[in-house]
Structure formats: structure tokens, C-alpha cells
């Protein structure tokens, strides 16, 4: 039997008061920042289910710190100066490992089968990516880390593809309903309410949050 693959899980945590300003007529900062902080909680929780090995949060703020550590994640701090450069880092800071998989902070309705699913996916194939409904790109596994250069941000998984195809990497795509959003705007919470974890539920209870209806 294979020994398992040695995968660090990395999760990039954007300052609130600045990433979330979608959010801004329906939270104020102090808000949005507890909302980021149980969307973290919860991805973390889903994580750990299926996942022992190291984990990596990268923000350029203290305040998810104690989320992190109480999921005995690393801190890793990053200079504020997009999602990007913070991935970027992150992945040099585990390039030990022999492969990596990325994920934005805000997928509090992922569910730990699913996660299970992208760790096997990475087995067998050296770039795995799941792909946002909006063409961007909620989960990419790269092994190893240096594999490829990844291009988050407007439409990446389409930039993540071709990166995959330059390096003659095999890329597998895998759609999945629990991670095909992230949450960017009270229509995307509007979206996945009914599938977020226990902290993210409790904290929209508490704020008040009256959501829209979801476009179904």
C-alpha cells in the first residue's frame, strides 16, 4: 500500500473590513469580520474531519488567529497586499510538502466528504481544481507546490487550466455543490445558508442577518 501524500491544506483569509465590502450595506466591519471569523471555523472544522496533517492560514490580520490555532493550524502572516501574494507565500512556506491544496476562507457550507474527494483527486493527478460557478476558482490541489504558478483572482479557473496545460500537467476538474461558491455577497449567504456549518449559522442568528431569497 502507498504511504499517504504528504498534503499541506493552505487557506488564504482576506482582512474583512477591506475583502468583504459587498457585504458593507448589510454588515459593518466589526460584523463582517465575526462573520469571516466562523466561515474560517467552520472550513477548519470540515478540514480536520478528513485531514491530520499540516495546515496553513494566511491573512494579513491577528484577528483569526486564535480560530486557527484552536484547529492547531500555522499562522502564517502576509503583508495585506492581495490574494494572490498571499498564496504565493504560503505555497514557498510549504514547498517541503509533496503537494499543496488551496483554499479561499470564506467556504463555510463545504462538507468533509467533499474535501476527502479533492485529497484522493490529488493522488492521482498532479493539478486538481474545482471551479467557482462564476468562473473563478475555489479549490486548486498542485503536486508538488512548485509544480505550477497559480493565477487567482477574475476568471482564474480558466488561467489555472491553461497554466496546467503549459506545464504539461494532467489537470482534473471536479465540480462540487458544497464548494462552488464562496461567499462574497448576502445573495451568496442567501445561497448556501442551509448547508453552513454550526459557527456561521449561530453568527447570522445573532447579527440578525435577514438574507434575500435564493435564486432557485
Known amino acids: 500500500m502507498m504511504p499517504p501524500l504528504d498534503v499541506a491544506i493552505v487557506i488564504a483569509v482576506q482582512d474583512a473590513g477591506r475583502a468583504k465590502t459587498r457585504l458593507g450595506t448589510h454588515l459593518d ?49 502576509d503583508p495585506g497586499t492581495g490574494y494572490q501574494p498571499a498564496v504565493l507565500l504560503a505555497l514557498a512556506h510549504v514547498a517541503a510538502h509533496q503537494a499543496v491544496l488551496v483554499l479561499p476562507g470564506d467556504l463555510p457550507q463545504a462538507r468533509s466528504e467533499d474535501l476527502r474527494t479533492l485529497l484522493n483527486a490529488l493522488g492521482r493527478s498532479p493539478v486538481v481544481l474545482v471551479p467557482s460557478i462564476d468562473g473563478g476558482t475555489c479549490a486548486l490541489g498542485i503536486r508538488p507546490p512548485s509544480a505550477m504558478v ?67
Not at 36 to 55: F, S
Not at 160 to 170: M, Q, S
Not at 178 to 201: F, H, N, P, Y
Open 150 to 216: 497559480p493565477a487567482f483572482g477574475l476568471d482564474s479557473a480558466a488561467r489555472h487550466r491553461e497554466a496546467a496545460r503549459a506545464a504539461g500537467l494532467a489537470l482534473q476538474e471536479v465540480r462540487l455543490p458544497s464548494m462552488d461558491r464562496d461567499v462574497d455577497t448576502i445573495e451568496d449567504l442567501a445561497e448556501v445558508w442551509e448547508q453552513v456549518g454550526e459557527a456561521t449559522s449561530a453568527i447570522l442568528e445573532h447579527l440578525q442577518v435577514v438574507l434575500p431569497r435564493p435564486n432557485r
Open 29 to 77: 466591519p466589526g460584523q463582517r469580520h465575526s462573520l469571516v471569523q466562523a466561515m474560517l471555523d467552520d472550513l477548519l472544522t470540515a478540514v480536520r474531519e478528513v485531514h491530520t496533517g499540516k495546515i496553513v492560514v494566511v491573512s494579513p490580520v491577528r484577528g483569526y488567529d486564535a480560530v486557527a490555532q484552536g484547529h492547531q493550524a500555522e499562522v502564517l502572516r
